[in-house]
């Protein structure tokens, strides 16, 4: 078998910050912590530098959501483990969670595991319908609202302002949790559609997480928000250790961001993803696939894929694996009512040549399985 290309998603094994780079802080942060325990150095710390870094976060990256608090996050072990830290502190098996109809699979995953009941508002491209969600809220009685109204996943979409707010008074109006996935919400392609976020009110909050090829091999997340027994840090409620993050990466990226902050980054990230977005959508249409198309992302790190009137997303994956290339098949994005003839592909980390032989290796493995169209 051919090398595989992976675009699936994932963490890359490289960042803009290197792994060789990362590898030396956070063994520099592992010395500091044990000559702190060793009690070598006098001076009074934060050991592990969770506090530090909250502090940073909430008057940096986060600063528009909690009005500098830093004791409005709680760090969590990525974005997934502050969705399951969510789901395991305020809901128990049996609540029923309102989301939209294509959303998360992580997440899906993540509301089954847990024993949630799961029921799909309908909405567009502009975000949840706010009649729908009315409706639903009344219906279902939800515990909780998860949505990511900016950079959905997978069609990288951003909810119009309207719609946000109107969620928003929605949930507030009906006394729901609302929790905003906005884990790429700072991977908006175009700046001038980066709109500051507002300050998060109480009954909502937001997980974010370090995206996939800023720092290589990081995984730090977050809560942020104004609901105190969803983030304080003296509930008593442990953090599961698969929740929570490293305690010297921690310690190593509030070093580290002491000496470059993260927003330049940010702004590389996101240019290297938007160059590799138009390249891959240029390249996906020079193959001339019939009735092939595509959603085109305002930001973030995929592309959604609409193939051909009886293609399956699930088919197709097993006969791209043998040549070399696996994505993520579409159906399972979707909270009800699948369409099988969808992927997902990440295009965020795949180089020239890996988008040329990866194309081709999509591009023949429908070939093989409807026949329709020759090799290109």
């Known amino acids: ?102 959303t998360s699979r992580s997440a899906l995953i993540a509301f089954r595991k847990a024993g949630l009941k799961v029921e799909a508002v309908e909405g567009d491209r502009r975000g949840m319908d706010p009649e729908a969600l009315t409706t639903a809220l009344f219906r279902y009685r939800p515990k909780m609202v998860y949505v990511s109204p900016t950079l959905t996943d997978p069609e990288g979409a951003c909810w119009s302002p309207e719609n946000k707010t ?28 980066l709109r500051p976020p507002r300050r998060l009110e109480p009954g909502a909050l937001s997980i974010g997480q370090i995206p996939p090829g800023l720092i290589a091999g990081l995984r730090i997340g977050w809560i942020a928000g104004a609901t105190e027994s969803a983030y304080s840090h003296s509930n008593g409620t442990p953090v599961r250790e698969e929740y929570s993050a490293n305690t010297i990466e921690q310690l190593a990226l509030a070093q580290l961001i002491e000496e470059q902050p993260l927003e330049p980054l940010y702004d590389m990230l996101r240019v290297q993803c938007a160059e590799r977005m138009r390249r891959m959508t240029e390249q996906l249409a020079r193959k001339g696939i019939e009735d092939l198309s595509w959603v085109q992302p305002k930001g ?77």
């Open 300 to 376: 973030g790190l995929h592309l959604w894929v609409v193939l051909p009137s009886g293609l399956d997303g699930e088919s197709l994956l097993r006969g791209a694996w043998l040549k070399g290339l696996i994505f993520q098949p579409g159906a399972p994005f979707y909270a009800k009512d699948p369409r099988i003839n969808t992927l997902r592909i990440t295009h965020a980390f795949a180089d020239e040549r890996q988008m040329k032989q990866g194309l081709s290796r999509l591009a023949e493995s429908m070939e093989e399985f409807t026949g329709r169209w020759s090799r290109s």
């Open 1 to 102: 078998m051919s090398s595989i290309i992976n675009w699936m998603g994932g963490w890359p094994k490289e960042g803009l910050v290197s792994s060789a780079d990362w590898e030396e802080r956070v063994e520099a942060a592992a010395a500091f912590a044990a000559t702190e325990q060793l009690g070598i150095l006098e001076r009074k710390s934060d050991l592990y530098g969770e506090e530090k870094l909250r502090e940073q976060l909430a008057k940096g990256l986060l600063k528009g959501k909690t009005g500098g608090n830093g004791n409005q996050i709680r760090m969590t072990r990525g974005a997934d483990g502050a969705l399951a830290w969510i789901l395991e502190n305020k809901l128990i098996p049996g609540d029923t969670i309102l989301t939209e109809k294509l």
């Open 166 to 193: 109107a969620v928003q008074s929605r949930c507030k109006e009906a006394g729901v949790l609302l929790v905003t996935d906005d884990r790429h919400e700072m991977l908006i392609y175009d700046q001038a559609e």
